[in-house]
T-cell receptor, first 112, second 114 residues
Framework: AQSVTQPDIHITVSEGASLELRCNYSYGATPYLFWYVQSPGQGLQLLLKYFSGDTLVQGIKGFEAEFKRSQSSFNLRKPSVHWSDAAEYFCAVGAGNTPLVFGKGTRLSVIA | GAGVSQSPSNKVTEKGKDVELRCDPISGHTALYWYRQRLGQGLEFLIYFQGNSAPDKSGLPSDRFSAERTGESVSTLTIQRTQQEDSAVYLC????????????FGSGTQLSVL
């Protein structure tokens, strides 16, 4: 069965610093990969997704993620974090018609 | 509507009572999902509806949980004889179809079982 691991439960970064959130997956087939963000009091919102092709994908709000098949990873990055980026971030994996499997999330705190 | 709507936003109930949670998906979305999010945990898949196909109930944790969907519109998740471990945020999402499509999530129902 597929699984998603987000090794970091909580990360704190300074505003303006770079950010990388880790995601590793286990899946037998070629997966579809997603990053969602859950801001306080708001529903989950899709940041970006990877299906095929270019392994570096761009998303909203200046985020990007790189699919590395050899490492079974799909890490999320942002070059310069803004205070409004403080939220919970979820990596998710799916394939074919299977329902999306989500990781446990990484909570991002941003300090001045 | 403009987005996925869930009601109620908060529900407090006593152990042993039944609860019903409602989800109004985005008009035209054939796929509808229910997920559960316990405190500090990821999203746990519960059930999936796609058009008129038989629902995928593989994620329902026990027979106390059931869900219905009328056509391609409203869905109701019912939890019978609630237990304290049922306390969680219940999230509904919809999309045009399964697989690659982006999910649009509602704001969830916070269920607290006392």
């Amino acid at each position: 069965a597929q699984s998603v691991t987000q090794p970091d439960i909580h990360i704190t970064v300074s505003e303006g610093a770079s950010l990388e959130l880790r995601c590793n997956y286990s899946y037998g087939a070629t997966p579809y990969l997603f990053w969602y963000v859950q801001s306080p009091g708001q529903g989950l919102q899709l940041l970006l997704k990877y299906f095929s092709g270019d392994t570096l994908v761009q998303g909203i709000k200046g985020f990007e993620a790189e699919f590395k098949r050899s490492q079974s990873s799909f890490n999320l990055r942002k070059p310069s974090v803004h205070w409004s980026d403080a939220a919970e971030y979820f990596c998710a994996v799916g394939a074919g018609n299977t329902p999306l499997v989500f990781g446990k999330g990484t909570r991002l705190s941003v300090i001045a | 509507g403009a987005g996925v709507s869930q009601s109620p936003s908060n529900k407090v109930t006593e152990k042993g009572k039944d609860v019903e949670l409602r989800c109004d998906p985005i008009s035209g979305h054939t796929a509808l999902y229910w997920y559960r999010q316990r405190l500090g945990q990821g999203l746990e898949f519960l059930i999936y509806f796609q058009g008129n196909s038989a629902p995928d109930k593989s994620g329902l944790p026990s027979d106390r949980f059931s869900a219905e969907r009328t056509g391609e519109s409203v869905s109701t998740l019912t939890i019978q004889r609630t237990q304290q471990e049922d306390s969680a945020v219940y999230l509904c999402a919809s999309s045009f179809s399964r697989g690659r499509e982006k999910l649009f999530f509602g704001s969830g129902t916070q269920l607290s079982v006392l």
